[in-house]
């Protein structure tokens, strides 16, 4: 157990819907990664919040949007969702956001868009 | 934009023999690697990890090693058992204020007895 919570582990949706997933990061780090993982394709990095704050971007389309609160969980907004943004999700923290520190993964969400 | 490649997705070998898992970039500017295992339905877990500076770093059965010029790391394990079947994701950062880690497609190890 990594200490990094996910919820939902599953969801099923359809095209053109709107979902949030949820992330709560280990205790005592303040920075959450969200990585995307499709068929066949390594752990894509969407984005990354320190302490609330927004410190990088990757790979995030405009469809997708998150924040992470005061309390320092996060979420993970997907809208007009599409047949390709079924993936498996994951959420990540780290103590501090700096490159070097090891990022601890949660177990993943499971989206499916039919 | 794929600047973590790790071009063999599956690998067998036989329990108590090496493991070697190779990973390529092409980010001159990373200068800081990682290797994660993944078991089905978990999370990526840490594994081992290696600086620029150094170009062999050993824990145990692993050992990471860097080839800067050839942009260029491997992951063996020595010996292999069972347990270690896994995928094997390498993932590469830059020194800089974030932590925007990229990660290679994974290579799935099988390691039978």
């Known amino acids: 157990d990594s200490g990094v919570t996910q919820t939902p582990k599953h969801l099923i949706t359809a095209t053109g819907q709107r979902v949030t997933l949820r992330c709560s990061p280990r205790?005592?780090?303040?920075?959450v990664y969200w990585y995307q993982q499709s068929l066949d394709q390594g752990l894509q990095f969407l984005i990354q919040?320190?302490?609330?704050?927004?410190?990088a971007k990757g790979n995030i389309l405009e469809r997708f949007s998150a924040q992470q609160f005061p309390d320092l969980h996060s979420e993970l907004n997907l809208s007009s969702l599409e047949l390709g943004d079924s993936a498996l999700y994951f959420c990540?923290?780290?103590?501090?956001?700096?490159?070097?520190?090891?990022?601890?993964f949660g177990e993943g969400s499971w989206l499916t868009v039919v | 934009d794929q600047q973590v490649k790790q071009n063999s997705p599956s690998l067998s070998v036989q329990e108590g023999r090496i493991s070697i898992l190779n990973c390529d970039y092409t980010n001159s500017m990373f200068d800081y690697f990682l290797w994660y295992k993944k078991y089905p339905a978990e999370g990526p877990t840490f594994l081992i990890s290696?600086?620029?500076?150094?170009d062999k770093n050993e824990d145990g059965r692993f050992t990471v090693f860097l080839n800067k010029s050839a942009k260029h790391l491997s992951l063996h394990i020595v010996p292999s058992q069972p347990g270690d079947s896994a995928v094997y994701f390498c993932a590469a950062d830059a020194r800089d204020n974030n932590n925007d880690m990229r990660f290679g497609a994974g290579t799935r190890l099988t390691v039978k007895p």
């Open positions: 290696i600086s620029s500076i150094k």
């Open positions: 919040y320190y302490n609330g704050e927004e410190r």
């Open positions: 990540a923290s780290s103590v501090d956001g700096y490159s070097g520190n090891t990022i601890y």
């Open positions: 205790s005592g780090d303040l920075s």
